[in-house]
């Protein structure tokens, strides 16, 4: 018998404190995932905690353990909760707890939601798939994912300022993109950064900082989003945790699957 998460009525996995890390063999087997995985017609629709082993190979531990260190290099939790024909269909990929998490790996039809082209990419955003791009300008990005979604550039559009590193962040990101009426953002940032881009980007954040400073987001703010406490955690993170995940980003963008925890990573 399988080991489920426990979950309470019309609570969805995505919301408990566990930390889901994919790890597939390589880059490029969204596709394969997509035609085993189960269908859902919202990103926060329940599934179980069998459902997401057989869409993504999650390896689930606390996220205290996550966070101390005291997780594996290696698990096989991803495997205990599939049946003998579920794990012989996920037999090609790798079930390791792994530095980077890919968000788009799952999105399935929830693609949909990411109609926005590259070429509109609002210089604001950070490195990695998800970014915004022409969105509209009414302000309910913030309303689904508070701390992935910003506002700003010559209109005030909606960007992304840190990429979902789980499940439930990148649900929340899906529920932003959905409710652009303009399906302005994009999950193709994969096919277009690159190494150098992503350097580029980094040696050029002073832009970023010194945008961010001259703006008074307080009088900005017409509908309390908490715009200017956010833009002060944005600040924050170029100044600190965000170096660690571009170099984490630039190993995946680089050798094509996530560097284990022991493993170098290149400079910025």
């Known amino acids: 018998m399988p080991t489920s998460v426990p979950t309470t009525p019309n609570t969805s996995p995505w919301q408990k404190p566990w930390a889901y890390h994919w790890s597939p063999a390589t880059r490029g087997s969204d596709e394969a995932v997509r035609r085993s995985a189960p269908s859902r017609s919202s990103p926060r629709s329940a599934l179980s905690a069998e459902e997401f082993a057989v869409q993504g190979n999650w390896v689930c531990l606390p996220l205290a353990d996550c966070i101390s260190g005291r997780a594996p290099t290696r698990s096989t939790a991803g495997v205990r909760r599939l049946d003998p024909h579920q794990r012989a269909r996920r037999s090609s990929y790798a079930r ?20 926005g082209r590259w070429a509109d990419r609002l210089w604001l955003n ?89 703006q008074d987001w307080a009088e900005i703010d017409r509908a309390d989003q908490g715009i200017a406490a956010a833009v002060r955690s944005f600040e924050s993170y170029l100044a600190g945790g965000l170096a660690d995940d571009l170099r984490i980003y630039l190993y995946w963008l680089e050798e094509g699957n996530s560097p284990l925890p022991a493993e170098r990573l290149p400079e910025l």
């Open 96 to 115: 390791t707890v792994t530095l980077y998490f890919d968000p788009t790996v799952g999105l399935g039809k929830h693609r949909d939601a990411f109609r």
């Open 126 to 214: 950070v490195p990695g798939p998800f970014y915004g791009g022409e969105t509209d300008t009414c302000w309910t990005g913030r309303l689904s994912a508070p701390q992935h979604v910003l506002y700003g550039g010559e209109y005030l559009t909606e960007y992304v300022y840190r990429q979902p590193r789980t499940p439930a962040e990148t649900a929340q990101l899906v529920e932003a993109a959905d409710q652009d009426p303009f399906l302005g953002y994009g999950c193709d940032g994969d096919v277009y950064w690159t190494p150098e881009a992503v350097r580029e980007w980094w040696r050029d954040r002073g832009r970023i900082t010194q945008y961010l400073s001259d």
